[in-house]
């Protein structure tokens, strides 16, 4: 069953997903989705205008979101780990002229020209304003380049191409992400949100995992998504227990066997699954049989909806779905000439599955032999103690580097010494890689950090 055509997020919501019961529930304040049909959370005009759109929390960029969509001529999502220098080059590729934040002035160093729109808690009631003559252009920022993100074109339709509406007879469900809506995955979850019958959960930077698993339960949340680094820090919280989620799904990293059968195990009544997308092509696919990677007839499909091919083991995608285009990049191609975005993924066929094992920019060269880290991550994250692990190139003056790994214990009272525990995974990974990919550093750690995305923060030698 297709989604009507639509031109705005507010032209949803007054089509009936604006029923009443319906919440959007942020750290500590919540709003019924019906009542954003009426009230505006801006205090300016934006009508016709390239909006920089840069809020303190993902809440206040909802309300400004379903504000602007429709009205606003273009609207740019601020990530809240895009770093300051970098937002007069971003405003200057998108042509903005107007800058909507909850921020102060002095927050935006180099924009001291360009007029501020405030975004205010709590709305006020305001007439609903026309539509824009054309569709609003969503621009996204690209993640895991360094120096200024690229910015990429989007609009309504194909945001939510992947969006299916729910049976007539299902129960309303309750969304909730670990994403940041202004990122890509999370925009996704947003939607889904918006478009729906349920309420949406958001998450707060910063807030303890934890305290945000019981406000999960608190709220019932039934549909939950995540990075995999997401999905194994709530794994490594008792308070896991304190949400029943029906529905998992990962996806911005490789899902592998061990993240996926863990989350089968402490949610035995969900639907456990992962998902593909990147900025750039769009929603891929989704995978529900339990099992890490990809059937190998997903690719290759003339005339489906989304189409598929591997190139010198590159995963490329085109589909209606994707991004139209690089903003401000003059002569940066962003798919080929048959359409197809490189999404820079690599993979491996192995029995009838096509295998994630890393970044084709992520690569460590150890004596000139190359070793994708997901690739020996997938290895020691099957160790039943292991919950997370980081791969890194060290540099190394014989062999250019060498393979370093970083791990993270689920504690156990009844456990060996770590030294064993070591010892363990090293014997997994000499049985099951090449000798060049075995880590010649294995450190146990506490911890591991995570990107303002979900994902490992990864470093290269």
């Given at each position: 069953?297709?989604?009507?055509?639509?031109r705005?997020?507010r032209e949803a919501?007054?089509?009936?997903?604006?029923a009443?019961?319906?919440?959007?529930?942020?750290?500590?304040?919540a709003i019924p989705f019906a009542d954003?049909l009426?009230?505006n959370c801006l205090?300016?005009d934006?009508a016709?205008?390239?909006?920089?759109?840069?809020?303190s929390?993902?809440?206040m960029?909802?309300?400004?979101?379903?504000?602007?969509?429709?009205?606003?001529?273009?609207v740019v999502l601020?990530?809240?780990d895009l770093?300051?220098?970098?937002l007069?080059v971003?405003?200057?590729?998108?042509r903005?002229?107007r800058l909507?934040?909850?921020?102060?002035?002095?927050a935006f160093?180099?924009l001291?020209?360009?007029?501020i729109?405030?975004?205010?808690?709590?709305?006020?009631?305001?007439?609903?304003e026309p539509a824009?003559?054309?569709p609003?252009?969503?621009l996204?920022l690209?993640?895991?380049?360094?120096g200024?993100?690229k910015?990429v074109?989007?609009?309504?339709a194909?945001?939510t191409?992947a969006i299916?509406?729910?049976a007539?007879d299902a129960?309303s469900?309750?969304w909730?992400?670990f994403?940041?809506?202004?990122?890509y995955?999370?925009?996704?979850i947003?939607?889904?949100g918006?478009?729906?019958t349920?309420?949406?959960?958001?998450?707060?930077?910063g807030e303890?995992?934890?305290?945000?698993?019981h406000r999960l339960?608190?709220?019932?949340?039934?549909h939950?998504?995540?990075?995999?680094s997401?999905?194994r820090?709530?794994?490594?919280?008792p308070?896991?227990?304190?949400?029943?989620?029906g529905?998992?799904?990962?996806?911005g990293e490789?899902?592998d066997q061990a993240?996926l059968?863990g989350?089968?195990?402490a949610f035995?009544g969900?639907s456990v699954?992962?998902a593909?997308?990147?900025?750039?092509a769009?929603?891929?696919f989704?995978v529900?049989d339990?099992?890490e990677?990809f059937p190998?007839?997903y690719v290759?499909?003339?005339?489906?909806?989304?189409?598929?091919?591997v190139?010198?083991?590159?995963?490329?995608?085109r589909s209606?779905?994707a991004?139209?285009d690089?903003v401000?990049?003059?002569?940066?191609a962003?798919?080929d000439?048959?359409?197809?975005?490189?999404?820079?993924?690599?993979?491996?066929?192995?029995a009838?599955r096509?295998?994630f094992?890393?970044?084709r920019?992520?690569?460590?060269?150890?004596?000139?032999l190359k070793?994708?880290?997901e690739?020996?991550?997938?290895?020691?994250?099957?160790?039943?103690?292991?919950?997370?692990?980081?791969v890194e190139g060290?540099r190394?003056?014989?062999?250019?580097?060498?393979?370093s790994a970083?791990?993270?214990l689920?504690?156990?009272?009844d456990?060996g010494?770590d030294?064993?525990?070591k010892?363990?995974?090293?014997?997994?990974?000499?049985?099951?890689?090449?000798?060049?990919?075995?880590p010649?550093?294995l450190?146990?750690?506490?911890?591991?950090?995570?990107?303002?995305?979900?994902?490992?923060?990864r470093r290269?030698?």
């Amino acid at each position: 069953m297709s989604r009507p055509e639509m031109r705005s997020l507010r032209e949803a919501l007054a089509r009936g997903a604006g029923a009443p019961g319906r919440m959007l529930h942020g750290l500590d304040r919540a709003i019924p989705f019906a009542d954003l049909l009426d009230l505006n959370c801006l205090g300016g005009d934006v009508a016709g205008r390239r909006v920089l759109l840069a809020t303190s929390d993902q809440f206040m960029a909802a309300l400004a979101l379903i504000a602007l969509d429709g009205l606003a001529e273009a609207v740019v999502l601020c990530p809240p780990d895009l770093a300051p220098e970098h937002l007069p080059v971003i405003a200057g590729r998108a042509r903005a002229d107007r800058l909507v934040t909850d921020r102060p002035r002095s927050a935006f160093p180099g924009l001291d020209a360009l007029p501020i729109v405030d975004c205010a808690w709590p709305p006020v009631p305001a007439a609903r304003e026309p539509a824009f003559e054309r569709p609003t252009e969503w621009l996204l920022l690209t993640s895991g380049t360094t120096g200024v993100p690229k910015l990429v074109r989007h609009d309504l339709a194909g945001l939510t191409a992947a969006i299916r509406p729910p049976a007539a007879d299902a129960p309303s469900p309750v969304w909730a992400t670990f994403y940041d809506i202004r990122r890509y995955g999370g925009l996704q979850i947003f939607l889904r949100g918006v478009l729906g019958t349920g309420s949406l959960v958001l998450s707060q930077a910063g807030e303890a995992i934890s305290d945000h698993l019981h406000r999960l339960g608190r709220h019932g949340a039934t549909h939950v998504s995540g990075t995999p680094s997401h999905w194994r820090r709530v794994l490594m919280s008792p308070a896991r227990s304190a949400m029943a989620p029906g529905y998992v799904r990962l996806s911005g990293e490789i899902a592998d066997q061990a993240v996926l059968d863990g989350l089968r195990e402490a949610f035995p009544g969900a639907s456990v699954g992962h998902a593909y997308a990147s900025t750039e092509a769009g929603v891929g696919f989704e995978v529900t049989d339990g099992l890490e990677g990809f059937p190998t007839d997903y690719v290759g499909r003339a005339g489906a909806e989304v189409e598929m091919r591997v190139v010198d083991g590159s995963l490329r995608i085109r589909s209606r779905r994707a991004a139209s285009d690089y903003v401000g990049a003059d002569g940066l191609a962003l798919a080929d000439a048959d359409g197809f975005v490189d999404t820079g993924d690599m993979v491996e066929e192995r029995a009838g599955r096509y295998h994630f094992v890393g970044r084709r920019g992520g690569i460590i060269n150890v004596g000139g032999l190359k070793v994708h880290p997901e690739e020996v991550e997938a290895v020691i994250n099957r160790h039943a103690r292991v919950r997370m692990s980081l791969v890194e190139g060290r540099r190394n003056p014989i062999t250019g580097a060498i393979v370093s790994a970083s791990v993270v214990l689920e504690p156990a009272n009844d456990a060996g010494p770590d030294d064993e525990v070591k010892k363990e995974i090293l014997a997994a990974c000499r049985a099951e890689l090449s000798p060049h990919k075995v880590p010649a550093m294995l450190r146990i750690v506490p911890s591991l950090d995570v990107t303002a995305a979900g994902k490992l923060a990864r470093r290269h030698a």
